[in-house]
């Protein structure tokens, strides 16, 4: 079955290390997405990627690193230098003109960092 | 830039009864599209509704449906017959469909289901 896959579920990491979010997709999307939930913030954009090798910051990139080597993978690196890293984060994916721009989501990353 | 508000932060709604949700946005393109996601407990965002600008006819899902008023910059999304499993998070979003193709969330709307 076609989908994304986000692995762990949840994660545990002391402050100052840094910590690696997977993202997989293999529905073929060009495109994919990292975002950050926080209650009562809905959905913010960390970076994107429309193509292998290039990514764009959103709105929220401070603290947070990514990259595209291939098409089917887009890792976030949660760096020591994010100042509130505990949250829930949703990586995404498409192709703009394909299922009419619809995005879909992986499972999700609770990350705890204390 | 273009921005999605949901002035609700949470609706509360008799099963079997009907439900409206908001959603205002703000953009100077002319073609986009708009969609509803809903986030159960799981926390796995699913699809519900999507709106194509350049379409007038509003879209339909089953008991869910949506006004969209593209003048006003109005696309609210009306659940019919409501059931226990339609509990969850609403989330209102744009998408743009030039350029970069970024998506742009609203807040959300928490939805109570009451037995």
């Known amino acids: 079955d076609g989908g994304i896959t986000q692995s762990p579920k949840y994660l545990f990491r002391k402050e100052g290390q840094n910590v690696t979010l997977s993202c997989e997709q293999n529905?073929?999307?060009?495109?994919m997405y990292w975002y950050r939930q926080d209650p009562g913030q809905g959905l913010r954009l960390i970076y994107y990627?429309?193509?292998?090798?290039?990514?764009q910051k959103g709105d929220i990139a401070e603290g947070y690193s990514v990259s595209r080597e291939k098409k089917e993978s887009f890792p976030l690196t949660v760096t020591s230098a994010q100042k509130n890293p505990t949250a829930f984060y949703l990586c995404a994916s498409s192709t703009p003109g394909q299922s009419l721009y619809e995005q879909y989501f992986g499972p999700g990353t609770r990350l705890t960092v204390t | 830039a273009q921005t999605v508000t949901q002035s609700q932060p949470e609706m509360s709604v008799q099963e079997a009864e009907t439900v409206t949700l908001s959603c205002t946005y703000d953009t100077s393109e002319s073609d986009y599209y708009l969609f509803w996601y809903k986030q159960p407990p799981s926390r796995q965002m699913i699809l519900v509704i999507r709106q194509e600008a350049y379409k007038q006819q509003n879209a339909t899902e089953n008991r869910f449906s949506v006004n969209f008023q593209k003048a006003a910059k109005s696309f609210s999304l009306k659940i019919s017959d409501s059931q226990l499993g339609d509990a969850a998070m609403y989330f209102c979003?744009?998408?743009?469909?030039?350029?970069?193709?970024?998506?742009?969330f609203g807040t959300g709307t928490r939805l109570k289901v009451l037995a």
């Open positions: 990627s429309q193509i292998v090798n290039d990514f």
């Open positions: 979003a744009y998408g743009r469909t030039s350029g970069t193709y970024k998506y742009i």
């Open positions: 529905l073929n999307h060009d495109a």
